[in-house]
């Protein structure tokens, strides 16, 4: 059993994503992997090499143009998040048999466990809550805490992919501890928002964007 495919769940079944980057992805499983000696662990650093990448040119463009050049990579990075989800849930119509909470929770092990590769432990809560908790991130012996907003466009963009279906168009998404910060385990949650929560995960995303740019600008200045 592979790690994306670990839900208990008998409705996961009928939750019918998409391999994002198909062509490249069978490939790599078809010609790669299955008759070379790669090893596929080279594949981290790789990763690791263009996350580090993507905060450092962050970093440089506040430092060099301020709010503009976040600007730019922000929507960029977006626009990266749009197209991933939108091909993930490219052929998804809203199975008749899955709660709100189920597709909620289902569509974050697909985030989790293939577009950032990662380890999860999910819960459905309730019926208008879920969570999850990343047990392991690609990410987290190297980026910091303050890095981790970079994520936060990746899935802005992810999010609105899926409310493009007609799908948890009144969910928000929230974290509560994160392994960069210090604690053992990434936790997420998705609710069902009122309508003064709907815009929490932007609004956040705007205060660490505000104090991103104090920090550019005193770097600056040195």
Same mark, same amino acid.
Do not use: N
């Given at each position: 059993?592979?790690?994306?495919?670990?839900?208990?769940?008998?409705?996961?079944?009928?939750?019918?994503?998409?391999?994002?980057?198909?062509? #490249?992805?069978?490939?790599? /499983?078809?010609?790669?992997? @299955?008759?070379? +000696?790669f090893d596929p662990s080279v594949l981290w650093i790789w990763g690791t090499m263009q996350?580090?990448?993507?905060?450092?040119?962050?970093?440089?463009?506040?430092?060099?143009? #301020?709010?503009?050049?976040? /600007?730019?990579?922000?929507? @960029?990075?977006? +626009?990266?998040g749009r197209d991933i989800g939108r091909q993930m849930m490219g052929s998804l119509e809203k199975p008749e048999k899955l709660s709100?909470?189920?597709?909620?929770?289902?569509f974050a092990t697909v985030v989790n466990c293939i577009a950032y590769a990662s380890l999860e432990e999910p819960s459905i809560d309730s019926g208008d809550k879920v969570s999850f908790h990343i047990l392991w991130c690609p990410h987290q012996d190297y980026y910091a805490a303050f890095d981790c907003r970079v994520q936060r466009y990746f899935v802005q963009?992810?999010?609105?992919?899926?409310k493009e279906k007609g799908l948890l168009a009144d969910w928000q998404?929230?974290?509560?501890?994160?392994?960069?910060?210090?604690?053992?385990?990434?936790?997420?949650?998705?609710?069902?928002?009122?309508?003064?929560?709907?815009?929490?995960?932007?609004?956040?995303s705007e205060q660490l964007e505000a104090k991103a740019l104090e920090i550019a600008q005193?770097?600056?200045?040195?």
């Open positions: 059993m592979t790690h994306y495919d670990h839900r208990k769940e008998e409705s996961w079944k009928d939750f019918d994503f998409t391999f994002p980057y198909a062509q #490249g992805l069978r490939r790599l /499983r078809e010609e790669v992997l @299955a008759k070379t +000696d996350a580090m990448a993507v905060i450092r040119v962050l970093k440089a463009c506040e430092r060099e143009f #301020g709010g503009e050049g976040q /600007r730019v990579v922000k929507e @960029a990075l977006r +626009d990266t709100d909470a189920e597709i909620a929770s289902f963009g992810m999010l609105e992919a899926v998404v929230r974290f509560t501890q994160t392994i960069p910060a210090g604690a053992e385990t990434c936790r997420f949650e998705l609710w069902r928002a009122p309508d003064d929560e709907k815009s929490q995960w932007e609004k956040y005193r770097e600056a200045g040195e």
